[in-house]
């Protein structure tokens, strides 16, 4: 079992920053995928945000992020950040950290296990 716990959501202005973390625990002698996913307002849908695959090498992103977010991981590979850059009105939502031993792709039905969420709101 892994546990996932995102933090370094709030509130912050159009063109504003922010840096998302999800702390893994438990079993993660093993490498995980580990993906960001968020869930706009008023929607079920949790839409692909970014990945970062097991071995660090291969990352992903939504074309709605390109070039404005950055995942990366720390070296012992128990976390992973989601740097937001020039953020936007459309990126609120809650964010979500996934992971997965196999899987790292676009699907959201494809990771195991995930965190609890944390809020993104950006005022226009």
């Known amino acids: 079992q892994v546990q996932l716990v995102e933090s370094g959501g709030g509130l912050v202005q159009a063109g504003g920053s922010l840096r998302l973390s999800c702390a893994a625990s438990g079993r993660t002698s093993s490498s995980y995928a580990m993906a960001w996913f968020r869930q706009a307002p008023g929607t079920s849908l949790r839409e692909f945000v970014a990945?970062?695959?097991?071995?660090?090498?291969?990352?992903a992103y939504a074309d709605s992020v390109k070039g404005r977010f950055t995942i990366s991981r720390d070296g012992a590979e128990n976390r992973v950040f989601l740097q937001m850059n020039s953020l936007k009105p459309e990126d609120t939502a809650v964010y979500y950290c996934a992971a997965d031993r196999t899987y790292y792709g676009a699907g959201s039905g494809g990771y195991g296990y995930w965190g609890q969420g944390t809020q993104v709101t950006v005022s226009s």
């Open positions: 990945v970062d695959n097991w071995t660090g090498a291969i990352t």
